[in-house]
């Protein structure tokens, strides 16, 4: 079994700055792209940024140049950097990772619970 796990939410100004991590534990053989998406109040979930296992790296418009994804594979730990924040980033983030396990070495899709990132003065 695989759980994701993210900290690092929190309430913050506009125009400062959080780190969110998760990371990633069970019985993992390999993980391929990892990723982080949000979705607000009325909203649909929505793509935030991915890293592939290759350190190539994918964002939404509304977050590129404010925003650093990056992955620690000993720790099987995925980060996002996010600076220059903005009351519409405001909503539940949400880690996603494509993971094979030695049960299920077709891999899938596993999702964290989700961490609340508010951004308000």
């Known amino acids: 079994q695989v759980q994701l796990v993210e900290s690092g939410g929190g309430l913050v100004q506009p125009g400062g700055s959080l780190r969110l991590s998760c990371a990633a534990s069970?019985?993992?053989?390999?993980?391929?792209?990892m990723g982080w998406y949000r979705q607000a109040p009325g909203k649909e979930r929505e793509l935030v940024a991915t890293?592939?296992?290759?350190?190539?790296?994918n964002y939404a418009d509304s977050v590129k140049g404010r925003f650093t994804i990056s992955r620690d594979n000993a720790k099987n730990t995925v980060y996002l950097q996010m600076n220059s924040l903005k009351p519409e980033d405001t909503a539940v983030y949400y880690c996603?990772?494509?993971?094979?396990?030695?049960?299920?070495?077709?891999?899938?899709?596993?999702w964290g619970n989700g961490t609340q990132v508010t951004v308000s003065s």
């Open positions: 890293i592939t296992s290759g350190d190539s790296t």
């Open positions: 069970g019985s993992i053989f390999s993980i391929n792209a």
């Open positions: 996603n990772a494509f993971i094979r396990t030695y049960s299920r070495i077709r891999g899938m899709d596993y």
